[in-house]
């Protein structure tokens, strides 16, 4: 039925218009569409590099002012006892975290990485689940 549509669809255009005429149509049609692949091409080039390498460079940070205090480099380690960091090392978290994330990020929790509580409840979930059927 399509196939009968598409000859008779066919027969009429052939038969309304001389073969040059089409001809011309056809080809004006494919320098649109190429004109269009084109331009979509270099949108998504220009998209795939500003993704890659990114837009504008970023504005420079504001100097220190001539009469603040040096930062210390080395910050005290965390006692072995007292597992919180300290402040110099939560504000370095922090400002790292701004810089990175933007301005409305926020740090939700800070934790280490030898946490023993955490990593047996992540086996025993892992065993709980091993049991079951995979669907």
């Given amino acids: 039925m399509i196939s009968r549509c598409f000859l008779a669809s066919g027969a009429v255009v052939a038969a309304t218009g001389d073969a040059g005429s089409l001809q011309t149509v056809k080809n004006v049609l494919l320098i649109i569409f190429l004109a269009i692949g084109a331009v979509w091409l270099f949108v998504d080039i ?61 740090i939700v929790a800070i934790s280490g990485v030898d946490d023993d509580t955490q990593s047996w409840a992540a086996e025993g979930r892992r065993a709980i689940y091993a049991t079951r059927k995979v669907r």
């Fill in 46 to 106: 220009r998209r795939n590099l500003t993704a890659t390498y990114g837009g504008a460079a970023a504005p420079l940070p504001a100097p220190l002012p001539a009469t603040a205090a040096p930062v210390a480099c080395a910050a005290p380690a965390a006692s072995a006892v007292d597992e919180r960091p300290s402040p110099e090392v939560l504000a370095v978290l922090a400002a790292a975290v701004h810089c990175t994330m933007g301005a409305n990020s926020r």
